[in-house]
Every structure is written in structure tokens, then in C-alpha cells.
């Protein structure tokens, strides 16, 4: 009987230590983002962190940081490459200059879908290998959906839009000045407040923010422009990304361009949904140019093309391969899905 009640212990201890052993094998991970929990680049997150832990069966852990808890847009690169995050999301619009590669796609390129923009990133980074990522490893990318016109008051027209002041960011901003509006830099988060007050008369952004950031309670019109996207990047530091193991760097190679299609759909889709959630539940007039219309504003927005092919061979870039790469592979996916 003591034997056996020995050897039961002895049972009870080596299932512990198999499990101390195992739980000492997974490595965890944090990972930074800076939008709103709830928002895409947020929703995208939490699909990569459940994916990476269901095909690592449990070897990873990933904690995730959303709303600026980590790190914030502004010092996400940074912040990784010194290790302040394992892994981040990085907004290549806020650090002006230093991505000169992928602000090709912020350009007035006329994507019509996230997945589309999404998947040509991932193929312009996969074939330039740009060196702004060199202490970096890019595990996936993304873009947001094609920024349109959110306003008080209706833009039926490109001449509506003069001596408008609009909030807007980065490459949207250079394109409502060449269209005659006055753009407004500040935070999204200050937004809803300078359009109650009249500071500003809407915004050129992503539709998604209609419904993520209520803007459709602010904004009873919207003007379909589909401009120009923003690139995201997953970025994860590098001393970091050497010390996984083969095993977890296959994992995470793999997810990185269905990560990229994954994302594009969903919000996509999500725009959608934010576009009908803005009619039904608020009145929302959604507007469209006519062709003759878009031909023009194409028009004027496009020596902003001319102006990077410029800046893009001052950085020692191929300009002219880059863009025909973009538009050849902008054909190639929405040909595929679209």
C-alpha cells in the first residue's frame, strides 16, 4: 500500500514537472498598437495573436496593447527597434520621410478595396526589401480602406470642396490643396469636438470611422473619393525574431501575406457595414462624382505622382519600376477579387 501510494507521488510529480517544462517553453510576446480597441488595425490584432497560438499550439502567448497603452503611433518604430515592444503596429504616415518606398501607396492610385492595396504592400515590401526596415522584421502589412469625404454640408461636386476646412493627415492633406479645400491637421480623437464646434466642416479619411468613431453623428454627408490609403506595417524587433525558434519563424512567414488578405476583406466588409449603419441609424446621404468629375480631380491631384517619382529617385529608388510594379499588381488582385 505504501508502495503504491509512493509511486502515486512520484506520478503527480513528473505530470508537474512536464507542465513546468512546458509552460517554461512558451514564449510570450507583447505587442503594441495605437487605434482604439475595436478599430481594424485592432480587430486584425487579435485574429493575428489567436492565430499565431492555435498553429504554435500554444508556444506563443501574445499580449496585446491596444489605445496607445504600449507604445503610440508617433514612437511605435522606435519603441521596437529598442524593445520597448516585442512587436508593434506601425503607421508608415507618421513618420514622414522615413518609409519613402511604401508612401507610393499613399499616393492617388485609385484603389477601390483594402484587400487589393493589402496585398500589393505586401508584394512591394517582399520584392524591394526596403532598408527603412532593415533592424526590424515585417511580419505582415495592411493598408485601410481608400479615404472618402465625410462633411457637414454636401460636396456634390470637386467645386464644393473650395476654402473648405477639413481634418485630414499626411498624403490627404496634399490632395484636398490641390482640390481647392483647406486641410486641418490634428488627432482623430480631437475630431467630433472641433466639428461640433464648427473648427472644421468634416474630414478625409476611411469610411470605417463613421460607425468605430461615431462620425456619422457629425457628418450627414459623404462623398465617395476613394483617394489614397495608408500602409500599416507589423513590425517585430529583430534580436527578438532571431532568438524563435525555426519552427515559430515558419508559423509566422506563412501568416504574413494570408494576414495581409485577411485583413483587407474584413475591413472591407466593415466599411460596409459602417456605410449602412450610417444611413439607417442617422439620416446618412452617401454621394458619388460623376466620371467627368473623377477625371478631372485625377487631373489635379495627379502631379502629386510626379512630385514622389522625384523625392523616390533622390532616395536612390526606382521610381518608374515601383510604380508600374504597383499598377501592374493592383490589376493582378483586383482582377482576383473584386
Known amino acids: 500500500m505504501a508502495h503504491k501510494t509512493v509511486l502515486t507521488a512520484l506520478l503527480a510529480c513528473l505530470v508537474l514537472l512536464l507542465a513546468s517544462a512546458a509552460h517554461a517553453e512558451t514564449?510570450?510576446?507583447?505587442?503594441?498598437?495605437?487605434?482604439?480597441?475595436?478599430?481594424?488595425?485592432?480587430?486584425q490584432m487579435e485574429h493575428w495573436k489567436k492565430e499565431v497560438e492555435k498553429r504554435t499550439d500554444g508556444g506563443v502567448a501574445i499580449n496585446t496593447f491596444p489605445g496607445?497603452?504600449?507604445?503610440?503611433?508617433?514612437?511605435?518604430?522606435?519603441g521596437v527597434i529598442q524593445g520597448q515592444a516585442d512587436i508593434g503596429n506601425l503607421c508608415m504616415a507618421y513618420q514622414p520621410g522615413v518609409f519613402p518606398l511604401t508612401s507610393v501607396m499613399e499616393l492617388p492610385m485609385r484603389f477601390?478595396?483594402?484587400?487589393?492595396?493589402?496585398?500589393?504592400?505586401?508584394?512591394?515590401?517582399?520584392k524591394y526589401q526596403p532598408q527603412a526596415f532593415e533592424k526590424v522584421k515585417v511580419l505582415t502589412v495592411f493598408t485601410s480602406p481608400p479615404?472618402?469625404?465625410?462633411?457637414?454640408?454636401?460636396?456634390?461636386?470637386?467645386?464644393?470642396?473650395?476654402?473648405?476646412?477639413?481634418?485630414?493627415?499626411?498624403?490627404?492633406?496634399?490632395?484636398?490643396?490641390?482640390?481647392?479645400?483647406?486641410?486641418?491637421?490634428?488627432?482623430?480623437?480631437?475630431?467630433?469636438?472641433a466639428l461640433q464646434k464648427g473648427m472644421i466642416e468634416g474630414l478625409l479619411s476611411s469610411l470605417e470611422v463613421m460607425m468605430d468613431l461615431n462620425f456619422a453623428q457629425y457628418c450627414p454627408y459623404v462623398t465617395m473619393g476613394r483617394f489614397q490609403v495608408y500602409?500599416?506595417?507589423?513590425?517585430?524587433?529583430?534580436?527578438?525574431?532571431?532568438?524563435?525558434?525555426?519552427?515559430?519563424?515558419?508559423?509566422?512567414?506563412?501568416?504574413g501575406p494570408e494576414q495581409a488578405e485577411w485583413t483587407g476583406e474584413y475591413v472591407d466588409g466593415h466599411?460596409?457595414?459602417?456605410?449602412?449603419?450610417?444611413?439607417?441609424?442617422?439620416?446618412?446621404?452617401?454621394?458619388?462624382?460623376?466620371?467627368?468629375?473623377?477625371?478631372?480631380?485625377?487631373?489635379?491631384?495627379?502631379?502629386?505622382?510626379?512630385e514622389w517619382k522625384e523625392k523616390a529617385r533622390d532616395k536612390g529608388l526606382p521610381a518608374e519600376r515601383i510604380l508600374e510594379d504597383v499598377r501592374t499588381w493592383k490589376q493582378e488582385f483586383a482582377g482576383q477579387g473584386e
Open 27 to 43: 514564449v510570450t510576446l507583447n505587442y503594441a498598437n495605437f487605434p482604439p480597441a475595436g478599430t481594424f488595425p485592432c480587430v
Open 271 to 306: 466599411v460596409d457595414e459602417a456605410l449602412e449603419y450610417s444611413r439607417t441609424e442617422h439620416g446618412v446621404t452617401v454621394l458619388e462624382f460623376t466620371d467627368t468629375e473623377r477625371k478631372r480631380i485625377q487631373e489635379q491631384i495627379s502631379p502629386l505622382i510626379e
Open 147 to 193: 479615404s472618402s469625404l465625410m462633411t457637414r454640408d454636401p460636396v456634390k461636386s470637386p467645386a464644393d470642396l473650395k476654402g473648405m476646412e477639413l481634418r485630414a493627415s499626411g498624403s490627404a492633406s496634399d490632395i484636398l490643396e490641390r482640390l481647392g479645400a483647406t486641410p486641418v491637421s490634428m488627432p482623430m480623437s480631437e475630431t467630433p469636438e
Open 68 to 78: 496607445g497603452t504600449l507604445l503610440g503611433a508617433k514612437n511605435m518604430y522606435r
Open 231 to 255: 500602409p500599416f506595417a507589423v513590425i517585430m524587433n529583430k534580436d527578438i525574431w532571431q532568438k524563435l525558434s525555426p519552427e515559430v519563424q515558419e508559423v509566422l512567414r506563412n501568416l
Open 112 to 126: 477601390q478595396s483594402s484587400r487589393t492595396a493589402s496585398l500589393v504592400l505586401w508584394k512591394l515590401i517582399q
